[in-house]
């Protein structure tokens, strides 16, 4: 079983859609959570990172963290072109990075 | 901001030939990697170095090689290049508290 689950996708959705993107973990030690954005031919951006339960704001971005199901989730409000890309989830444990394999999405206009 | 900086974004190399590729953070962090990212693959370890002088193995350092003199960069080498060393590289850097990881704008690395 990986360590990190992420569900490739592709995703694709109108534009202004409410995006959510998911990833599961097995590992109860990670301590941080984060989630990346990564267009095509660059290096992965960092969006957010939490580090509790619950969840953290950014803008349209929303990130969502339940520790009790290992889950984690990000959500996009009124998604626009400009956010087509993979988002790729990651977690760490004592300097150990773990990382989803990416969810393409692609926001229609 | 957090700076990663990759020198070559796009390579072209001959089967045999020695590669480096040079990495520069500017946020004095201890800890430096290198993953290669592949499709389906995701971004797989190759090396990473939490001192300067010291690196340790990831999960594929078979055919690579790695050096930290400084602590601002990390290098990695290919001592010799072979076709399935072809895909992108990528630089990061992490704070001690290894609360997140920063990423270079990768460098894309043909082997013909």
């Known amino acids: 079983q990986k360590e990190v689950e992420q569900d490739p996708g592709p995703l694709s959705v109108p534009e202004g859609a409410i995006v959510s993107l998911n990833c599961t973990y097995s590992n109860s030690a990670f301590q941080y959570f984060m989630w990346y954005r990564q267009y095509s031919r660059k290096g992965p951006e960092l969006l957010m990172y939490?580090?509790?339960?619950g969840n953290k704001e950014d803008g349209r971005f929303t990130a969502q963290v339940d520790k009790s199901s290992k889950y984690i989730s990000l959500f996009i409000r009124d998604s626009q072109p400009s956010d087509s890309a993979t988002y790729l989830c990651a977690m760490v444990t004592g300097n150990q990075f773990y990382f989803g394999t990416g969810t393409s999405l692609t926001v229609i206009p | 901001d957090v700076k990663v900086t990759q020198s070559s974004r796009y390579l072209v190399k001959r089967t045999g030939e020695k590669v480096f590729l040079e990495c520069v953070q500017d946020m004095d962090h201890e800890n430096m990697f290198w993953y290669r990212q592949d499709p389906g693959l995701g971004l797989r370890l190759i090396y990473f170095?939490?001192?300067?002088?010291?690196?340790e193995k990831g999960d594929i350092p078979e055919g690579y090689s790695v050096s930290r003199e400084k602590k601002e960069r990390f290098s990695l080498i290919l001592e010799s290049a072979s076709t399935n060393q072809t895909s992108m590289y990528l630089c990061?850097?992490?704070?001690?508290?290894?609360?997140?990881?920063?990423f270079g704008e990768g460098s894309w690395l043909t082997v013909v």
């Open positions: 990061a850097s992490s704070p001690p508290i290894g609360n997140t990881i920063y």
């Open positions: 939490t580090y509790s339960s």
């Open positions: 170095s939490y001192d300067v002088k010291m690196k």
